[in-house]
């Protein structure tokens, strides 16, 4: 049963046809959820969001769209980087990023740590991996690596409309060091007469407290946020999500992560860029109502999750939100 994360061993005859039954609705739920699919997600009183669909591998593009996102809220691209002895070449990361350009996409630059990159980068053990080498420390550690990402991206990037994402940003420095990184590999490439569109978005993907306290500073300088809530309310609340002994405390409606939240919508709202949220708190259809009154442009999750989220939103007012709120 994978809506409850259990499995039954050996169900009696009277477990066998309850099971029965709940499938049965299971499936006529989601027939009704399909009709969805290609209404936009707009509120009761005309207000509407846009609602993408987080990516691992490009063979999955064609499936989270057909449930009915506008879009790829995050394309997570560590898959190109694991299980492999060797690094992907430019070329390798440029036709699988070209591959799922018929929608808009915001590419997350590589996003591991010392606990789960390829062999081939250079890696000692910590500690605790969380808090270590990872993400966009890992990638200016690494600046070879990350230039040609980079250079993959903005190939891809005449294919389609492309968004460069730099994950696990703590501060103004690191935003600032990637940005100048990334307008090097602009220069190069014009030089080189490669073709690719000079107006890519480049956006902050607020995941760390201390980024979402100065949001309004980072906003100055980024074109859009995208809300890593896992990592957030993880760090906020200063847990460790695989833990099961205080996996009680990972609560996404603690006043504390909401005020993180508002004050990161609020900051994008004042400096004109969108704000996303792209964690797992996006796809879950009893925080939609919180989030819409929070004032969310875009919402990213699992492809499963866009028709429901969409029933939800498509339910209620703006102003309904807000109150809850």
Same mark, same amino acid.
């Given at each position: 049963d994978g809506t409850r994360g259990i499995v039954v061993l050996n169900p009696d005859p009277g477990t066998f046809l309850e099971?029965?039954? !709940?499938?049965?609705?299971y499936v006529t739920h989601d027939r009704e959820l399909a009709k969805l699919r290609d209404m936009p997600a707009r509120t009761v009183d005309g207000c509407e969001v846009r609602l993408l669909a987080n990516l691992d591998v490009p063979d999955d593009a064609q499936s989270v769209l057909d449930h009915?996102?506008?879009g790829i809220g995050l394309f997570r691209t560590e898959f190109l980087?694991?299980?492999? /002895? =060797?690094?992907? =070449?430019? #070329?390798?990361? @440029?036709? &699988?990023?070209? *591959?799922?350009? &018929?929608?808009?996409?915001?590419?997350r630059t590589l996003d591991v740590g010392? +606990?789960?990159? $390829? +062999?081939?980068? #250079?890696?000692?053990?910590?500690?605790?991996?969380?808090?270590?080498?990872? $993400?966009?420390?890992?990638?200016?550690k690494n600046i070879g690596l990350f230039r040609t990402q980079l250079r993959a991206i903005l190939r891809a990037s005449a294919y389609g409309e492309a968004r460069?994402? @730099?994950?696990?940003? /703590?501060?103004?420095?690191?935003?600032?060091? $990637?940005?100048?990184?990334?307008?090097?590999?602009?220069?190069?490439?014009i030089e080189e007469a490669i073709p690719f569109k000079e107006d890519t978005k480049v956006g902050a993907m607020i995941e760390i407290p201390s980024a979402a306290v100065i949001a309004d500073l980072i906003a100055r300088?980024?074109? @859009? @946020? /995208?809300?890593? =809530?896992? +990592?957030?309310? *993880?760090?906020?609340? &200063?847990? +460790? !999500?695989?833990?099961?002994n205080v996996a009680y405390l990972y609560e996404p409606l603690h006043p504390a992560v909401l005020r993180l939240v508002r004050h990161i919508v609020e900051s994008g709202r004042a400096a004109g860029i969108p704000v996303s949220m792209c964690g797992e708190m996006a796809g879950d259809p009893l925080f939609s109502v919180i989030l819409l009154g929070l004032g969310f442009d875009e919402l990213s999750m699992i492809g499963l999750s866009v028709p429901r989220v969409k029933k939800i939103i498509r339910s209620v007012t703006m102003d309904e939100a807000r109150i809850l709120v």
């Open positions: 099971y029965l039954e !709940r499938q049965r609705r009915g996102a506008t980087y694991m299980n492999r /002895s =060797t690094l992907p =070449t430019e #070329e390798d990361q @440029f036709e &699988a990023y070209r *591959q799922v350009l &018929a929608r808009p996409v915001v590419f010392s +606990d789960k990159i $390829a +062999d081939a980068i #250079e890696k000692r053990p910590e500690a605790n991996p969380a808090l270590g080498l990872r $993400a966009i420390r890992l990638c200016l460069i994402l @730099f994950p696990m940003i /703590s501060g103004l420095d690191e935003l600032r060091l $990637a940005k100048c990184i990334l307008d090097e590999v602009r220069r190069e490439m300088e980024a074109d @859009f @946020f /995208s809300v890593g =809530t896992n +990592d957030l309310i *993880q760090y906020a609340m &200063a847990i +460790d !999500r695989q833990n099961e």
